[in-house]
Structure formats: structure tokens, C-alpha cells
């Protein structure tokens, strides 16, 4: 079991592509097939079934995952801005599948998007692809790596964004393991300020939405967005009634992230989103400082556990699979 540093050399970003953090879930023996296909994508099947795919091309203001599915073949992501779905709704264009970005780092936003029309308090920057390192596939498990630039306006980057994910499942559900490292290798310390909007998200289908009658739930026992959102809490599901089916969405902080247990930009329309930075919102106090300094040519990394599960909190026994996570050691 791959273990971790939260705050590592830049210089190590390379290895960072390396290793395994699923092995805490018990092994199913599904084999993940995980393969590059045309269009800046990569495709992840599980048992011969599509699961989930990887976009990182210029054609997206910043890379995700879309859609995920349970392991019966059910969508608990949104389809906007990638397909129209009956009922779903079309706000926030760039909420698409699973994602990570920040609305604040070093004072560009990296969580909007360019709409025509639309004015932000900050200038909007681009999360450009600049390689794939690693496609796996395996009997259990499979794993994908891919490195960003940071772009601001002006097509000036700011510091480097290392993603890895690694797939695998279960008949009772799928996972994503997923390692997320932001380096200030860019001549440049890297601030991630204070902000609600941020940071790995998740847009939810329609009928996951609080308002279709899905019941969004966090570690702690609260239900509900207002009782939820910019409270800190080690997980956060959102489960409900897809095509007849019960089934939901969870999103793991793992421990040893800084600032954990993680607050959440959680909202009863579908997002639900771990944001550690955005203190002064959450708590309602402009003098509050949640941000979080990069030193130059240091690197953060979080890691996170997505599970897309069958039945809801309870059933899924999402309390012993959070445990299981946490076990799970970190680099010395």
C-alpha cells in the first residue's frame, strides 16, 4: 500500500505517479481496464463495463471525470454542459462530473469559467494538459496520471498540478482513489486563498438533487444542506432514487490531508464539494484567513475517496469503509 507526504519536494513530482491507495477496500477481483481513446480522453471500464471517463484535452478549461457510475451501470453524475438530460438543469457550466479546482490560487480563478456576460471579482485561468504519464490497467485495480499547468491570463503558468486516480470495484460499489498535488515550481509561492468556491467537487445527477428528495448526510449524523454546508466533517454522501434505484455518491477526506476533516461547499442542488480554504465564508467572519501558502518549490498533495454505492449511508456501511481509508499510513 502506497503511503504519503502531504508536503513534498517538487523535485518528487515525478514519482508521484507511482503506487496504490485502494488496497484498503477488499478485493472483488473485477479486472479495470483503463485505455486512451480519440478526443483528449481516457476510457475506464470495470468488468467489462464503462465506468467512468477521463477528460484532459484543450478543448476543456480543466480536466474530470464524467460520468461515474454504480457498478449496475446507474449515473449519479449530471450531464450538463456534456449531454441534455430530461429534468436536470443547466446552472454552472462548469460543474462537470468530478473535478478539482480552486477560485483562488495566487489570486486567479481556477474554478469559473469564461461565460459571455458574466463578471468574477478575480481574473479566470485555464488548467492545460501537458502530459500523460501512466495508463494501468489490472485484475483489481487500474490508474491514471496526468500533469496541468496552471495557466494564467496571458497564457502564463503559475505552478504545476499533478493528477492521479486508481479505479476499482465491487458488486456493492465503485471507488475512486483519488491523489491530488498542486507545486509552486514556477519561479512563485502559491497561495490558496480563502473562498467557498473550490475544490474537489462533485456535480450530482438530477434526481440526487435535496430538492428531487435525496438526502444528503455527513460523518457526523447531520442531514441536510443547511445543517452541512462550511460545517468540517470526514465524509459527505448524497444519496436517493435513480431510475428506481437506491443508490449514492460519497466523497472521503482522508486524515492525513492538512486541515482535515475538511469543511464542505455542500448545496441541496448537487454540489457537493471538500473545501479546506474557505474559512471566512463558512463561519461567516471576513477577518478569518482559511488559506493555505505553497512555499516555492514545495508541493501540497490531498488525497481523497469517492465511493459510488448502492443502497444509502447505512446499507453502504460507508462508517466502516471511511475507517478502512484512514487505516491506511502515510510516508514517514
Not at 81 to 89: K, M
Not at 113 to 135: A, K, N, T, W
Not at 254 to 272: D, F, M, Q, S, V
Request: aromatic residues 10%; proline residues 6%; hydrophobic residues 40%.
Amino acid at each position: 500500500m502506497r503511503q504519503h507526504r502531504m508536503v513534498v519536494s517538487a523535485a518528487l513530482l515525478l514519482v508521484l505517479a507511482g503506487g496504490s491507495g485502494g488496497a484498503g477496500l477488499e478485493a472483488a477481483g473485477r479486472p479495470v481496464t483503463v485505455e486512451q481513446a480519440a478526443g483528449s480522453r481516457v476510457d475506464v471500464e470495470i468488468d467489462s463495463r464503462p465506468f467512468t471517463s477521463f477528460y484532459f484535452g484543450p478543448n476543456w478549461p480543466k480536466p474530470f471525470l464524467y460520468p461515474l457510475r454504480t457498478p449496475g451501470g446507474v449515473i449519479v453524475t449530471r450531464g450538463h454542459p456534456l449531454e441534455r438530460v430530461e429534468g436536470e438543469s443547466d446552472d454552472h457550466v462548469w460543474h462537470r462530473g468530478l473535478w478539482w479546482a480552486h477560485g483562488d490560487v495566487q489570486g486567479i480563478d481556477f474554478w469559473r469559467e469564461i461565460v459571455p456576460e458574466q463578471r468574477y471579482p478575480l481574473p479566470v485561468g485555464r488548467i492545460v494538459f501537458r502530459s500523460l504519464d501512466g495508463l494501468e490497467s489490472g485484475s483489481e485495480t487500474g490508474t491514471v496520471a496526468a500533469t496541468f499547468d496552471l495557466m494564467a491570463p496571458g497564457d502564463r503558468s503559475i505552478g504545476t498540478l499533478v493528477q492521479r486516480f486508481e479505479f476499482g470495484g465491487t458488486p456493492q460499489y465503485n471507488w475512486i482513489d483519488a491523489e491530488i498535488t498542486i507545486a509552486a515550481d514556477r519561479g512563485q509561492c502559491l497561495k490558496l486563498g480563502d473562498t467557498e468556491e473550490g475544490t474537489f467537487a462533485i456535480r450530482v445527477a438530477g434526481p440526487l438533487r435535496e430538492t428531487q428528495g435525496a438526502v444528503l448526510q455527513n460523518a457526523n449524523g447531520l442531514i441536510g444542506s443547511k445543517n452541512i454546508w462550511g460545517k468540517a466533517a470526514a465524509w459527505v454522501d448524497y444519496s436517493g432514487v435513480v431510475q428506481g434505484e437506491r443508490v449514492g455518491v460519497a466523497v472521503f477526506d482522508h486524515p492525513g490531508n492538512p486541515k482535515h476533516p475538511t469543511h464542505w461547499h455542500a448545496r441541496g442542488y448537487g454540489l457537493l464539494s471538500a473545501n479546506p480554504f474557505g474559512e471566512h465564508d463558512f463561519y461567516g467572519d471576513p477577518a478569518r484567513d482559511g488559506g493555505v501558502t505553497v512555499p516555492l518549490n514545495e508541493a501540497l498533495t490531498f488525497r481523497y475517496r469517492v465511493i459510488i454505492h448502492l443502497g444509502d449511508v447505512q446499507s453502504a456501511n460507508l462508517a466502516e469503509l471511511f475507517r478502512r481509508f484512514a487505516a491506511e499510513a502515510e510516508v514517514p
